[in-house]
Nanobody
């Protein structure tokens, strides 16, 4: 499974960004997909995840109501719509794929994209 994340950038607080992650090499629809982020000096954390079968979603409390994860199984892609961005959202964002039900645990995702930098200025 190969994952390619894109869509990061430098934006002002209150702005929006949409991250995309393209998946190849396996049956995308089989995998739960997660978006994780890691800021300097901090642990990698799950911000959102979406299940493989019924598209149930999980969000970290810090992004609930601002971020939306979605997937398009026909296009083998997962997206993260990020609205009302805050400086504390600044991090490298990674997409990940796994046959997991522990959606917020990064150790259960064996496949990772390369990361895309999101920087939010105040």
């Amino acid at each position: 499974v190969q994952l390619q994340a894109s869509g990061g950038g430098l934006v002002q607080a209150g702005s929006s960004l949409r991250l995309s992650c393209a998946c190849s090499g396996s049956t995308f629809s089989n995998y739960a997909m997660g978006w994780f982020r890691q800021a300097p000096g901090k642990e990698r954390e799950c911000v959102a995840a979406i299940t493989s079968v019924n598209g149930r979603t999980y969000y970290a409390n810090s992004v609930q109501g601002r971020f939306t994860i979605s997937r398009d199984n026909a296009k083998n892609a997962v997206f993260l719509q990020m609205n009302s961005l805050k400086p504390e959202d600044t991090a490298v964002y990674y997409c990940a794929a796994g046959l997991t039900t522990y959606y917020n645990d990064p150790t259960t995702y064996p496949y990772w994209g390369q990361g895309t930098q999101v920087t939010v200025s105040s």
